[in-house]
């Protein structure tokens, strides 16, 4: 009986770590992140008179010495375009999805109210130049692989251009970290993830996987940025496999103190903490 139970035990960790175990860090990749505060969309401001992901709300990321975390999805005519929401609906007031407007249509519209209009990555890099490290977020939609492939072109010339550079990426589709740990190895890469109970309109069981972390088995990500949330066990378990972790949206009513303790980076935005606190 005891060597059944022994057995069993043995079977359910080498599944766990098959499941959960993050990918290695190489060379030192996670050395620009780490005790870094990332300022969610860039530092823009909680009444938008400076906009999420503008190149103002960079530029002052960049002056105030912060780290920054974007988010990049393609236009109708794939160029890629910095924007957070799947629609446009909220930023621009506009109905209808990213990726059903031209690069010349969605320049059209204004962000927040604002004069400011949807950014390319190329335009970020040139306010960033390198000068702070960068958290590249992949939106998933029915043109991953096209998002990713022109995503990696436009970071290596910004490489290229800009030697020394720090930048990472992350999605919470772990299909696209995966395409990233194929095809990018020397990229750190990151999986999104959050409490199961807040991913809307997926089963049970997908919520479950997403939640928990269990895209690991294909992705193998360097780092979790995990919701400020609790996190599950499994999730715990694979940090404590290893995974850089890093929080994410850390505002003004969170244990800002207790945030910066517990994890290797943080994303936050609606306050100004120390650039560095590590």
């Not at 604002?114 to 590249?136: A, C, K, N």
């Not at 095809?183 to 409490?195: M, S, T, V, Y």
């Not at 499994?234 to 890093?246: D, H, I, W």
Request: aromatic share 10%; with cysteine.
């Amino acid at each position: 009986m005891l060597e059944w139970i022994v057995w069993i035990i043995g079977v359910i960790v080498t599944l766990l770590w098959v499941l959960l175990r993050p990918g290695r860090c190489k060379a030192g990749q996670q050395l620009p992140f780490l005790g870094v505060n990332h300022a969610h969309r860039g530092l823009h401001s909680e009444d938008k008179t400076v906009p999420e992901n503008s190149l103002p709300a960079f530029r002052a990321a960049v002056e105030a010495g912060y780290g920054m975390e974007l988010d990049i999805q393609l236009s109708k005519d794939g160029q890629v375009m910095v924007f957070h929401d799947d629609t446009l609906d909220r930023v621009c007031g506009v109905h209808g999805r990213v990726d059903a407007f031209t690069f010349d249509e969605l320049r059209q519209m204004h962000l927040c109210g604002t004069q400011e209009t949807l950014p390319l990555l190329t335009e970020v890099f040139e306010v960033v130049q390198g000068r702070q490290p960068m958290i590249i977020e992949l939106k998933t939609g029915p043109r991953n692989n096209e998002l990713c492939e022109k995503g990696l072109a436009l970071m290596r010339d910004y490489q290229r251009r800009y030697p020394g550079a720090a930048f990472c990426v992350e999605s919470f589709d772990p299909r696209i970290v995966a395409w990233f740990r194929r095809n990018a190895p020397d990229i750190f890469r990151g999986q999104l993830a959050d409490e199961p109970k807040s991913y809307e309109n997926l089963s049970p069981f997908k919520r479950f996987c997403l939640g928990c972390t269990l895209g690991n088995v294909i992705a193998r990500p360097q780092f979790i940025a995990y919701g400020p949330g609790r996190k599950p066990v499994l999730e715990r378990l694979a940090e404590a496999m290893g995974a850089v972790r890093v929080c994410w949206t850390v505002r003004p009513q969170n244990d800002i103190v207790a945030k910066e303790l517990e994890n290797d980076a943080v994303i936050f935005e609606f306050y100004r903490p120390k650039p560095r606190y590590k």
